[in-house]
Structure formats: C-alpha cells, structure tokens
C-alpha cells in the first residue's frame, strides 16, 4: 500500500550514507509505516513540502516467478544455508539519464560464468541458458521501475530441506534473482591496502574460477581485518607467495607502459570486468597487456595499481602495506580506463555498445 507522510510525522531511518534526495533517488529504508521494521530499496520522491512517497515494493523473481522481494524466502533446513552450497554473479545495471533506460553490463558473460558453477556444483535441474537468464533479468530491472545504478544478484543455490548430506547429486536446485539500488562498493576513491595474513584458496581446494558462496569466507576473513587495522582493501597471495587478487576484485599493476595482472592460474576469478579492462587497455589505450605472475614487492615498486570488479569498478591503489604506490595518487592510465569505463557500462561509447542490455523500467519517462 503506497503511503505519503511527512519525515517530521514519521520515522524513516537512512541505512547508507545519502547525499541530499533528488526526484527518483534510491535508498535503503527501515519502514515503520507498513509493513513493521522491514527493510526495502525503494525510490523517493521529495516534495518541496518535506514529504516523501514509496514509489513501490521491489520484487525478486524466486520459486519460478516473480513476487515481492519480502515473500522470497527459504527454510530455516535449507542445504545451502547450513554448507554454502550456492553460486551466485554481481551484475551492474548502470542508469542513463539521457536514454532513460539502464544499461545491464555483460550479462550474457556473468551467466556464462554461473553455468560453469552450475556445473560444478553439479545442479543438474537447472536448466536455464545464459540468454534466458539474462531475459530474466531485463524484465525483474523492468518491473522493479528503477531509475538509477542497480547491483543485480543472481543466484543458484541448494534448496533441499535436509542437513548432514554432502553428495550434492541427491539435493534439489533452485534459482532466484534479486537487485536493489546500489552507488560505490568501496569507500574511497584511492585505496590504501594492505596484503593479507589469509592466503588465497587454491585449485585443489575449492574452484576459485566460479563465485562459490562458500569460498567467499575467505574473502570476508580478509576483507574485515584489513577494514578493522584501518585499510580499505585487503589484497592475498596465493600458496606460491604470488599476488591473487583482492577480497572481492581483480588486481592490475603498470609497470613501463605495460598492464600487468596474474594469470588464471594463480587463483583468480575470471572477471568480467578484468577481460574489459584488458580489452580497453588494448584497443583504445594501444598497451601491451601480459598476464604473468606477480610478486608482493612488484607493487610495491609499480608505476600504478588498480583493482577492478563489477561491484568496484576500476579503483586505484594508492598505498600498500603503508608505502605508496608511486606518489599515492590515481595514475593516469588507471584514470583514462576508468574515465572510458564508465562511458561504456552506460551504452555511451557505440563500439561497445552490444556489451549493453538495455532495460527501460515500466512507466518510465525519457529525459526531455
């Protein structure tokens, strides 16, 4: 039920940091209107008077269908909750305000990848094609009536209701997706890092290649000390002592005009983002790209540093282990790909153009 009220009337409470509201801005609330103590990405539309409106309820496609995002729930019994058995993608769905529509990144590549997991994971009933999937997700963008930058997160998990069973071949499969609002993933514009005393899990041990949830813990155990000592960012090294990747992105470094970042092999995910980054790096910057591996005290001395991701972006690192990175600032090669990035995840630059999906949320009116 839509409802209007003034803020003074009634308690809204922020849960990200909000610039000043605009027409259609997006936000984390905790409603205590209706439904109680809920919290919902919905869009705001200030009044010069105070007042605010809840556009709409989001919506989750869950159980084959599309429903409202509070509906979508599991077991307390659900397999995937007690052992991580789930696989899931970040996908960007970034606003043009000129087109007045959003442009999903890559999704065909994100699904390509999640059908790998889907493999591994051996998830036999889903049968969905990365094509489908991605039709899917047009259409949650499309009645969700978003109009701003969108962090979309599929997932495949299993669903069995059963604990104490570890043969993966006898659990049920399910899929869902959800998006929500979403701005900047990392808290500054130049990282200060710091390498990790977690090491990167290896080939052997879990598939680093496909974005198993149990495998994030070892992210989140290096992402919250780094945090908690006073970085933003943590970066691991794998069994070898080579450099991985950060908790949740892929790493580049420059060294004499060349763009260098670790192989497959040394336990990174395949970024959808890094094989951008490398292809935008070849073919509009005219740079020699290597993948090899990299050494910690490489970083160190590199001209620059950046690590990347559908979440992160390109964002540069400006100090590692408490030295700087050249002098400490966003180099000019990481500027000029993160200045062309964000031209391209928007449908802006017509070359790469087909990396866009473009979805137009119901309702919407084009930017005049």
């Known amino acids: 039920m839509l409802k209007i009220c003034k803020v003074s009337e009634v308690r809204i409470r922020l849960l990200t940091k909000q610039p000043a509201l605009a027409h259609g801005d997006a936000i984390m609330v905790r409603s205590l209107i209706e439904p109680e103590n809920v919290t919902l990405p919905v869009f705001l539309r200030p009044s010069s008077g105070g007042s605010i409106m809840a556009e709409q309820t ?3 496609y869950f159980g084959g269908k599309f429903i409202p995002v509070t509906d979508a729930k599991v077991g307390i019994m659900t397999h995937a909750l007690h052992y991580g058995t789930a696989l899931f993608e970040g996908i960007r769905a970034n606003w043009n305000e000129e087109e007045g529509k959003s442009f999903i990144f890559r999704p065909i590549e994100h699904y390509q990848r999640m059908a790998d997991g889907i493999k591994v994971l051996r998830m036999s009933s889903l049968r969905l094609t990365p094509e489908e999937m991605t039709k899917l997700t047009v259409e949650l963008v499309e ?18 209701q059963k604990v104490a069973n570890l043969k993966l071949h006898e659990l049920e499969d399910d899929f869902a997706i ?3 609002p979403f ?12 390498i990790s005393s977690w090491q990167r899990i290896d080939e052997n041990m879990i598939p680093p290649r496909v974005k198993l949830s149990a495998l994030y813990v070892n992210s989140i155990l290096a992402k ?10 943590a970066i691991l090294l794998n069994s070898k002592g080579f450099v991985s990747e950060g908790s949740g992105e892929n790493l580049f470094m420059v060294k004499n005009n060349e763009l260098i970042t670790p192989p497959l092999s040394d336990g990174i995910l395949p970024g959808v983002t890094r094989s951008t980054v490398m292809q935008l790096a070849r073919e509009e910057l005219h740079m020699a790209v290597a993948e090899r591996s990299v050494g910690r005290t490489e970083l160190y001395l590199a001209d620059e540093v950046f690590l990347s991701g559908t979440a992160a972006h390109p964002t540069a690192v400006g100090e590692l282990d408490n030295r700087k990175i050249a002098d400490g600032k966003i180099g000019p090669v990481t500027k000029r790909l993160q200045d062309l990035y964000f031209q391209v995840i928007r449908g802006k630059v017509a070359k790469y153009r087909q990396w ?12 005049k």
């Open 178 to 180: 959800i998006a929500q």
């Open 143 to 160: 009645r969700n009536n978003y109009r701003g930058d969108m962090y979309i997160r599929p997932i495949a998990f299993k669903s069995a």
């Open 183 to 194: 701005g900047a993933y990392l808290d500054a514009s130049v990282l200060r890092c710091v």
């Open 356 to 367: 866009c999906v473009a979805a137009v949320p119901s309702g919407a009116v084009r930017a």
């Open 224 to 233: 919250t000390d780094a945090v908690l000592a006073g970085y933003d960012e």
């Open 58 to 60: 989001p919506l989750a």
